[in-house]
Structure formats: structure tokens, C-alpha cells
């Protein structure tokens, strides 16, 4: 029983793990610095993102009542709600 529910919560994170890659691509990436297109041009997908840059603020959307954390992985931040991902 065990293994079925863990295989449910894999194919839902697989497929939102797909839904995210596609919009990513359809909004021409991240550009948060210096990043750009092989055109030059800027990519939109930053402004779609709930957490990024948000540390200590409240979880949006989100009824935890918890703050979004940060933590530094290989020199690059990660923002992330304690409640919501674990």
C-alpha cells in the first residue's frame, strides 16, 4: 500500500515537474542577471515565481503560517516553505 502511494505522489511531482519545464520554456527562461537567449533576448519566467528572494516573508497562498526560508546550496539560494516541501 505503501509503495502505491508513493508512486502517485511521484507521477503528480513528474508531471508538475513537466508543466513547470514547459511554461519555463514557453516564458524564454529565467533572466535574473546577465542571463539571455542564444537571440539576446531576456527571458520571462521570473515573474511567475512565488518565493524566489523571499525569505522571512509569508508563504503565499499558503494557510501554514509559515515563512519562506533560504538556504545556500553550492554557492546558488534555494527559497522554499518548510511546511509545503519537504
Do not use: K, W
Not at 4 to 31: D, F, M, P, Y
Not at 49 to 75: H, L
Request: charged share 25%; proline share 3%; glycine share 10%.
Amino acid at each position: 500500500m505503501a509503495s502505491t502511494v508513493r508512486r502517485r505522489r511521484a507521477a503528480r511531482l513528474v508531471a508538475a515537474v513537466r508543466e513547470v519545464l514547459r511554461a519555463a520554456i514557453e516564458a524564454g527562461g529565467s533572466s535574473l542577471r546577465d542571463y539571455v537567449q542564444a537571440s539576446g533576448q531576456r527571458g520571462y519566467f521570473q515573474h511567475r515565481f512565488s518565493v524566489y528572494n523571499r525569505a522571512g516573508e509569508p508563504c503565499p497562498g499558503c494557510d501554514c503560517g509559515g515563512a519562506i526560508r533560504r538556504i545556500v546550496q553550492a554557492g546558488r539560494s534555494t527559497f522554499y516553505c518548510p511546511r509545503r516541501q519537504r
